[in-house]
């Protein structure tokens, strides 16, 4: 029995100013998973912590 991925795709939201910057899929099987990615802010113009924010 082939087992069905579930993927969503989500949003990548700054931690500091909370600007969404990025769209990435992610696999929600089981829960949304707890990331944390530090990402380049366009609003901010520096590296930021960015967490999933889903829609
Ligand atoms: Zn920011």
């Known amino acids: 029995m082939a087992k069905a991925q579930k993927t969503e795709w989500v ?14 899929p992610v696999n929600v099987q089981g829960g949304v998973p707890k990331i944390e990615l530090k990402k380049f802010c366009k609003r901010e113009r520096k590296h930021t912590v960015h967490k999933i924010r889903r829609k």
């Open 11 to 24: 949003w990548l939201e700054c931690k500091e100013c909370g600007d969404r910057n990025y769209r990435t």
